[in-house]
């Protein structure tokens, strides 16, 4: 090999290693940032703000669970789609129990206090929740039961003992599943629409039907369709369950 070959095979090795080492440099990727930018995202008025339902529980019932469904789809609904640009964030939160608490339903929601204030009065004025609650179906408990400066950060209302990283990034997630078990609602109903109700016991016994419907869609697909899908999003790794024993879905 002469010279002028050497150097030439030099310069193809140093350009080979260059290539290499620039194929497995590992770069940090720029967070991508979930919530999308507004205007009035940084500002110390943003918070989360919560509208509870107490929901009606004769003795010796069954908790009227198609309630929650009623108010979510024909009073909450038309809202979140009014204010979607408005709302980075929000959820439902549902829960019966026969304690001080009873049965409630909550729409917890992330935005502007001036943004919250409209929601609110535009929620409590809706003429069917208006209906509801002179029948004494539903009674609507204080906006927030916490004070506000507690209620600013993303993690606000998330469980205070999962690890922080859990905590900031669940409200995304339980706001998927709120929106989608809205999005069955409102193809239940579209599927099966009420025609001409005489009053609001036609309107809660129609609920009361789509509600169970939706159940045996849960019943007969949730664990495929639902916890299965969550479980590969997880590389299909087991977790630990109440019983202490490793399961997959």
């Not at 110390?44 to 107490?54: D, E, G, L, M, N």
Request: glycine residues 2%; proline residues 6%; aromatic residues 10%.
């Amino acid at each position: 090999m002469n010279r002028r070959q050497g150097c030439l095979h030099l310069l193809l090795i140093i350009l080979v290693c260059g290539t290499i080492s620039g194929c497995t440099h590992l770069v940090t990727p720029q967070l991508i940032e979930p919530i999308p930018a507004s205007p009035w995202q940084n500002t110390a008025s943003i918070q989360w703000h919560k509208v509870k339902f107490k929901i009606a529980w004769p003795e010796d019932e069954q908790p009227s669970w198609h309630l929650d469904a009623l108010i979510a789809h024909q009073v909450i609904a038309p809202i979140l789609q009014e204010y979607k640009t408005s709302i980075p964030l929000w959820r439902f939160h549902r829960r019966a129990s026969k304690d001080a608490t009873g049965h409630q339903f909550s729409f917890m929601f992330y935005a502007d206090n001036q943004q919250a204030k409209l929601i609110q009065h535009q929620l409590v004025t809706n003429s069917l929740l208006v209906e509801l609650v002179a029948s004494q179906w539903v009674r609507i408990l204080d906006a927030s039961d916490v004070e506000t400066a507690t209620l600013q950060p993303i993690a606000a209302t998330s469980d205070k003992t999962w690890p922080p990283i859990i905590q900031q990034a669940w409200p995304h997630y339980i706001m998927g599943v709120s929106a989608f078990w809205l999005d069955l609602i409102d193809r239940q109903t579209r599927q099966s629409p009420l025609t001409a109700p005489d009053d609001l016991s036609d309107i809660l016994a129609y609920y009361q039907q789509q509600h169970d419907q939706i159940t045996l869609l849960w019943q007969e697909h949730g664990q495929h369709a639902l916890l299965h899908h969550l479980n590969a999003l997880f590389a299909y790794q087991p977790l630990h369950i109440i019983e202490h024993r490793l399961l997959r879905y």
